[in-house]
């Protein structure tokens, strides 16, 4: 039997918070990656053992789910999208 251990955690971030991304200077370091920096102290990054496809999938799934909960925010602005 293989056990995994799942560890979830929420981030809540103020609007106001910085979000950054940081991106590896040249694609021939090995060991740095794209790397999403959220409040908290959380850094998102896709694991070293998946290919550069897998990854780049990742990351526009990734991108194309934030487009969603901005157009949900949109929706329920007063006055509509900005």
Do not use: C, N
């Not at 998102?44 to 949900?72: F, G, K, P």
Request: hydrophobic content about 45%.
């Amino acid at each position: 039997m293989t056990w995994k251990t799942i560890v979830t955690t929420g981030v809540h971030a103020d609007p106001a918070d910085e979000v950054r991304l940081r991106v590896p200077a040249t694609a021939e370091d090995g060991f740095a990656r794209p790397t999403l920096d959220l409040p908290g102290g959380v850094h998102v990054a896709v694991t070293l053992s998946r290919h550069d496809a897998d990854a780049a999938a990742w990351w526009r799934q990734v991108a194309a789910t934030a487009e969603l909960a901005a157009q949900w925010y949109d929706q329920r602005a007063p006055g509509g999208a900005s």
